[in-house]
């Protein structure tokens, strides 16, 4: 069973642009969520998504956005970027069938750098 | 609000050692606990899960515990060998913020030197 894939790999933008990262989760997988990692910060939560759904939140700001296709996929954004942006941003599946059991399976990450 | 720790923050062990890393979390009302690991520049592999009526976990060399009244967890890995140098990260999911979560510690960085 082909893991989470995310795309792009990496990317750099300019500060004030707008990127959309893309999240394919595991076959069979119905929640994803996203993920920050900075040095400074380590991993933080940023939603969860389930049958299209945004479930869960973490603390950010509202320039940053998710929603999810109803074959599971999911995309982030992040509008006007700012350098404090740059991270890796890392996308988890899950089968969400139950909110307490489920275990997250990670993919590689989108390393996004903000000049 | 959950906050969760990990010590030692780095550690460096000859190949074969026996050892164990730490993790303790603030609020004990966790759903459950997971370990990672975490390659230089890669995504994060889960290596245990462990919910909260369990008390522990193990898949071959690694063994998990989960200690929900005093708020900790710890992670033993047996006959360390240097492909296990990685960053060990571990996760307690708990209803944090108004919202069911995934809190993570900021990890231990091991190596191990043949």
């Known amino acids: 069973k082909a893991g989470v894939t995310q795309t792009p790999r990496y990317l750099i933008k300019t500060r004030g642009q707008q990127v959309t990262l893309s999240c394919s989760p595991i076959?069979?997988?119905?929640?994803v969520s996203w993920y920050q990692q900075t040095p400074g910060q380590g991993l933080q939560f940023l939603f969860e998504?389930?049958?299209?759904?945004?479930?869960n939140k973490g603390n950010f700001p509202g320039r940053f956005s998710g929603r999810q296709f109803s074959n599971s996929r999911s995309e982030m954004n992040v509008s006007t970027l700012e350098l404090g942006d740059s991270a890796l941003y890392l996308c988890?599946?899950?089968?969400?069938?139950?909110?307490?059991?489920?275990?997250?399976?990670f993919g590689p990450g989108t390393r996004l750098t903000v000049t | 609000k959950q906050e969760v720790t990990q010590i030692p923050a780095a550690l460096s062990v000859p190949e074969g050692e026996n050892l164990v890393l730490n993790c303790s979390f603030t609020?004990?009302?966790?759903?459950?606990l997971q370990w990672f690991r975490q390659d230089p520049g890669k995504g994060l592999t889960s290596l245990l899960l462990?919910?909260?009526?369990?008390r522990e976990q193990t898949s071959g060399r690694l063994n998990a515990s989960l200690d929900k009244s005093s708020g900790r967890s710890t992670l033993y890995i047996a006959a360390s060998q240097p492909g296990d140098s990685a960053t060990y990260l571990c996760?307690?999911?708990?209803?944090?913020?108004?919202?069911?979560?995934?809190?993570f510690g900021a990890g231990t960085r091991l190596a191990v030197h043949p």
């Open positions: 988890a599946s899950s089968s969400g069938g139950d909110r307490v059991r489920y275990e997250q399976y």
């Open positions: 076959s069979g997988h119905r929640s």
């Open positions: 998504y389930f049958s299209e759904t945004q479930r």
């Open positions: 609020d004990s009302a966790i759903y459950n």
């Open positions: 462990i919910q909260s009526s369990q």
């Open positions: 996760a307690a999911r708990s209803f944090s913020g108004g919202y069911n979560k995934l809190i």
